[in-house]
Structure formats: structure tokens, C-alpha cells
């Protein structure tokens, strides 16, 4: 794999790849000592335009624990406030060392830009540009699926068959768009909800069912349900009547998450807004799989840093594996 920009275009073959390795690190994770000699001397940039908790921390203890050296940069604070470029931004990281450069961008297709413009050499990973992908959400999202559905036995398997409901601003989610793509192609059967402000108007050519009454798709007992922020930030107008609006009829509450079948999982990528797409009654209940999708998420973060950057790597002519 020489760089991971999305999920759109990743094969079945790769993503369960990943998803395999996942497990083995995951195996690892339980051990007394955690740490793994695996990127030794190799560095991992963390280059972050946009804030986050869960993804930056992520990949700095998933690269920590594969031993690699970790540089974790942020926008503010840097000379990007002073007008410095992606592109010098990127070389300057990239003369400092740089094997892997982690990218969170406010611009779709920033990371996309960095893997094939010729500035830097490393492998890239998208961890989330504007409103387009955040392909290890997705990919750490089907493996707690996976590992719910199928426990130990997980390995190998895909997701077909099983049935995740998708609620909420779809419009501006990253996480929507990578899971769509990834779990399409891992076979499961998407069915998203959404105020009709809430979707983008090219949602007719996706591999989705769409449902407007959350009530409806959550009668049929779905697998998953994967709550979606609402991204206030980056609304720019009224998308829906009152946030108490929005909240009965899109919000999984106690009765809703009820309602759900006993081995039904509630999800969310976080941050959560409580109260409003999600109530804590929902948010910490059994069910709820958020903190385990964190927990999650460093296991998927080593697998896709090793396979960048240890494992089969061997495609210098720069193609997408
Ligand atoms: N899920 C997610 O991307 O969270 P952060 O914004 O905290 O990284």
C-alpha cells in the first residue's frame, strides 16, 4: 500500500487486508507490553489543518507503539498563520524526515494533492480532508462491526448481509462518505436517514437505500445504527427548523435505542453533540460501541502505518494498492 487517501477507491481484497491486520495488532494491544519494534527509524508526521482529538491521538499512539518516531504538527501556532503553503509546509516536514505524513485538511482532496503532486515522497494518509473522506473512521467503524458480529472468528470475513442505518447530516460528513464506500464494498446493505437538507444531491448515485422517517429504519432491526454529528461549524444557513426539532425526529434517544434488537450496536465517530443527534441515556448505554471504536481505532491506525510503511511497500512506481 503506498498511500491511503480514500475508501471510495479501495478494493475489497485491500480493505479486508487491513481490517486482518487490524486484528493481529489488536492481539497485541492485550499484551502486559505493548510496544512492537516493527518502524523503528522509521517517522510519522502528523500534520493537522484542522483540530481533532480521537484521529490525531490515534495515529501518534499507534505510530509510538510500532516504535516509530512521531512529529505532530497543527496549523495553529505555525507558520502556516504567516501564509506558508501545503507545499513548502509538506517539503519542510519532508526534509526533516518524514516517512508517513498523517493529513487533516479543511479542503477535499488536500491529502490526494500531497500523494501525487511530486513535493514529497512519503506515504499519505487522509485523516480527513473538508467534507470528502476519513478512510480510517470507516475502516475502524467495519472493524467494530466485524468483531461485534462475529467475535474471534472475525478474520477473513466481510460484512454481507448485515444491515447499518447512517443518521444524520450526511451533507457534510467525511465519515458517511468513507463508510458508504467501504462498507458497499464489504457487502453490507446501507439504509441512510436524513432531514432531506441534509443529504447531497448526488445521493441517487450511491449504494444506498434513503429513508427521511428514523422510526421506519429502526423498525426493521438493524445491525448498526451510526449516529452522525451535526456539523454546526460548518453550516452556513438553516438546515432544519430548531435543534429540539431536529432532535425528535432524527435524535436516537433511550425509547429509539430501546426499540433496537438486543445485539443491535448504537455508533458514533465523536465528538458527540449529547442532547441533540444522540441522548447520554443512548450514548452510554450497552449497546454503545463509542468508546470501543475509539480503542479500535489505534489497532486500525497500526495496521494501515505497517502496511504503508513495513509491510508490503514495495510499490515505488507511487500506484495506490
Ligand atoms: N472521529 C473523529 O475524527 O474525531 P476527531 O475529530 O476527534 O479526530
Do not use: C
Request: no cysteine; glycine share 6%; net charge neutral.
Amino acid at each position: 500500500m503506498r498511500h491511503l487517501l480514500d475508501t471510495q477507491t479501495l478494493d475489497r481484497e485491500t480493505a479486508l487486508r487491513i481490517l486482518d491486520v487490524a486484528e493481529d495488532m489488536s492481539d497485541t494491544q492485550s499484551r502486559e507490553v505493548k510496544k512492537l519494534p516493527t518502524l523503528r527509524g522509521k517517522t510519522v508526521v502528523n500534520l493537522f489543518f484542522e483540530d481533532s482529538t480521537r484521529t490525531r491521538i490515534s495515529f501518534e499512539a499507534a505510530a509510538k507503539r510500532l516504535s516509530a518516531d512521531v512529529i505532530n504538527f497543527t496549523a495553529k501556532g505555525s507558520s502556516v498563520s504567516k501564509g506558508e503553503s501545503l507545499k513548502d509546509t509538506a517539503q519542510t516536514l519532508q526534509a526533516m524526515g518524514a516517512d508517513a505524513v498523517i493529513i487533516r485538511h479543511p479542503a477535499s482532496g488536500a491529502p490526494r494533492t500531497l500523494a501525487t503532486s511530486g513535493w514529497i515522497s512519503a506515504g499519505i494518509v487522509n485523516a480527513g480532508d473538508g467534507t470528502h473522506e476519513h478512510p480510517t473512521q470507516a475502516l475502524l467503524d467495519a472493524f467494530t462491526i466485524r468483531k461485534r458480529r462475529f467475535g474471534l472468528d472475525s478474520r477473513g470475513r466481510d460484512l454481507a448481509g448485515i444491515k447499518v442505518v447512517i443518521v444524520g447530516d450526511v451533507l457534510h460528513s467525511r465519515v458517511a462518505r468513507s463508510n458508504v464506500w467501504l462498507l458497499a464494498t464489504l457487502g453490507a446493505k446501507i439504509t441512510l436517514v436524513s432531514a432531506p437538507t441534509l443529504l447531497p444531491q448526488n445521493v441517487s448515485h450511491w449504494p444506498v437505500r434513503v429513508l427521511y422517517d428514523l422510526d421506519e429504519a429502526l423498525a426493521e432491526g438493524p445491525d448498526a445504527v451510526m449516529m452522525l454529528r451535526i456539523q454546526l461549524e460548518r453550516m452556513n444557513a438553516a438546515y432544519f427548523p430548531s435543534e429540539r426539532e431536529y432532535s425528535r425526529r432524527w435524535g436516537l434517544d433511550a425509547v429509539r435505542a430501546a426499540s433496537l434488537p438486543s445485539d443491535s450496536i448504537v455508533m458514533h465517530p465523536g465528538p458527540m453533540n449529547r442532547g441533540l443527534e444522540i441522548s447520554s441515556a443512548a450514548a452510554d448505554s450497552p449497546r454503545s460501541t463509542v468508546l470501543e471504536q475509539v480503542t479500535n481505532g489505534v489497532s486500525v491506525r497500526m495496521a494501515v502505518l505497517y502496511l504503508l510503511l513495513a509491510g508490503e511497500r514495495n510499490d515505488e512506481r507511487g500506484e495506490d494498492k
